[in-house]
């Protein structure tokens, strides 16, 4: 979309819509807020004027599509290592460009969210009063790289209408290496070890150092960086992955006897204590997150099996490492509580895997969401470099989305990594674009957040202008910031075809303005024209129609 300079807006304004006024803000939203909302329509009026073994194909209608699907990929700390390997000067403007591209390209095919780590070993990648600059952004720990990449991030991803998440890891500090002069001099878990009372709050374990989760101070650290990153930037989610304890090395248990012998009075076992070191973590950052911004979530995306039926009778059928035992994340714990917002479990295996199938643990966790989002995290590599055991010519992205979409329980997936799918590894991303992210998707309403839709756009009015043909409105009033318009979507339908915005195909566009360049023609050809608001939590307004003449 041809976007006006703010000066022919406002010449605008003043001569045709009056008080007109651009919205800066950004978020995208769900169909499920509709059922409660009454769709009465306005008047309307007519206006003149592989690379695998085998391919990607498609069996699936596109009709499977919700119009609210989440729809999100996870950009690493990989993936900066693509930028600083691609651009010999790094600067803002050349990360701008990368990103930039990074996100057009996931809009291209769909994608609504982006996820990006933004601490992958107790550092930074924003700037931080906590945490050093991160080496995967400068080069070297503790070096400024001259430029915040978190802003950056956070206006192209809502630049080109695409929620923005930041992903901290809470313990993790290094891998593969134990020597501590390598990091900054200002990293905490460096000046934690140079200290003897303080020395047990970082842990060595696997020839790796970890933040030592039953420490106050740890908790207090890893909180207050996910409150500078909620108070200084305007994303729309803090998410955390898999890594909360250590996974386990044979015959080595992690080295925190002394600090169990302090601290974990009235635990009878080590397991349940350790456990509840990351509950008291997960329900004060989420405690934290809603108190500063009520409309920012707070999800994570687990290892992709909760317990084994060996170890519980609840649990699924597989036979591998568990949440619960292994990582001590109780993760059905913290969704029943209300502690985590949303649940992503990274279902990496294929199906037909025999110790954890892809379809066995889709089912499980579509019987076990305990009343929170589910979306599914996806292996783009594992998906296509298997083939479908029903029909061995193609890879198995097809019965994957068939499963997915077939539980009302599952919104959506996430996408691993990044990387794969913008470079088409096994013509993923064409499958995506031309069948199973064919047309543009609401994020799901998160209802138990909010469930209060925006007030309708008023003053809506098409306007001849150099420009071309655009349609114009005037954001609605709000009291307050959750009720606030911060996107619109636009719809188009034939002259004299029902209104039906349950169906995506008629999504022409999700957009942070205030205005929509029409496809003028010839003027022959009647359609109707349909804009609704959507607020942070992706709750959408009642609907404003138009007729015009394209």
């Known amino acids: 979309m041809k976007h006006l300079k703010l000066g022919k807006i406002q010449w605008i304004a003043l001569l045709v819509v ?50 609210g699907e989440y729809k999100a990929f996870w950009f690493s700390f990989y993936d900066y290592d693509s930028y600083r390997a691609k651009y010999k000067k790094r600067t803002a403007a050349n990360f701008r460009t990368y990103f930039t591209g990074v996100v057009k390209k996931g809009k291209s095919l769909g994608m609504n969210r982006v996820i990006v780590q933004v601490r992958p070993f107790g550092d930074a990648i924003y700037k931080s009063k906590y945490f050093p600059w991160s080496k995967y952004i400068s080069g070297k720990q503790g070096r400024n790289p001259g430029f915040d990449p978190l802003k950056i991030m956070v206006e192209v991803a809502h630049d080109n209408d695409m929620k923005i998440e930041a992903w901290v890891n809470p313990y993790r500090v290094t891998t593969g290496s134990t020597n501590y002069k390598k990091l900054a001099k200002n990293n905490q878990a460096r ?38 990153i909620v108070q200084n930037y305007d994303v729309d989610g803090i998410h955390m992955d898999d890594y ?36 008291v973590l997960i329900k004060k950052i989420h405690e934290t997150v809603r108190e500063l911004k009520p409309w920012v979530k707070f999800g994570v995306s687990p290892f992709g099996i909760y317990r084994n039926q060996k170890s519980d009778p609840l649990g699924s059928k597989t036979n591998g490492l568990q949440n619960y035992d292994d990582l001590y994340a109780d ?14 479990p990274q279902v990496y295996w294929e199906i037909g895997h025999k110790a954890a199938d892809y379809e066995t643990l889709v089912k499980w966790w579509a019987k076990n969401t305990e009343n929170r989002p589910l979306f599914i995290g996806q292996s783009v590599m594992n998906t296509v470099q298997n083939a479908d055991p029903q029909t061995p010519s193609m890879n198995q992205l097809p019965r994957k989305m068939a ?17 794969a799918v913008v470079e088409n590894a096994g013509k993923y991303r064409d499958a995506l674009m031309a069948e199973y992210h064919k047309y543009p ?85 009647k359609y109707r024209y349909v804009v609704t608001a959507l607020d942070r939590l992706h709750n959408e307004s009642k609907i404003v129609a138009k007729k015009v003449k394209l």
């Open 18 to 67: 009056s008080a007109m006024f651009v919205n800066l803000c950004s978020h995208m939203v769900l169909a499920a807020a509709r059922d409660g909302n009454d769709q009465a329509q306005e008047t309307t009026e007519t206006t003149t004027a592989s690379e695998s073994t085998t391919e990607t194909t498609t069996t699936q209608q596109e009709e499977t599509q919700s119009v």
């Open 191 to 228: 000046k934690w070890h140079a200290k003897k009372s303080t020395r047990r709050n970082v842990l060595s374990y696997g020839g790796s150092l970890y933040y030592n989760p039953s420490k106050k101070a740890v908790r207090t650290l890893i909180t207050n960086g996910v409150k500078e």
């Open 244 to 279: 909360f304890y250590p996974y386990p090395k044979q015959g080595v248990d992690f080295p925190d006897d002394a600090s169990f012998a302090r601290y974990g009075g009235g635990f009878s076992n080590k397991a349940d204590w350790r456990r509840s070191n990351v509950n």
């Open 331 to 344: 993760v059905l714990l913290w969704a029943r509580e209300g502690w985590i917002d949303y649940n992503i």
């Open 403 to 419: 499963l997915q979409r077939a539980y009302q329980t599952i919104g959506g997936s996430c996408q691993w990594p990044a990387s």
């Open 441 to 525: 998707a609401l994020p799901p309403v998160f209802d138990f957040m909010d469930n209060e839709a925006p007030d309708k756009v008023r003053k809506m009015k098409p306007v001849w202008t150099e420009d071309g043909y655009l349609l114009f409105w005037t954001a609605p009033k709000y009291k307050d910031e959750m009720d606030r318009a911060v996107q619109y979507v636009i719809y188009r339908f034939d002259a004299k075809e029902k209104v039906d915005i349950s169906d995506p195909s008629h999504i022409v566009a999700i957009t942070r303005d205030n205005f929509y360049k029409l496809p003028y023609e010839n003027g022959k050809t």
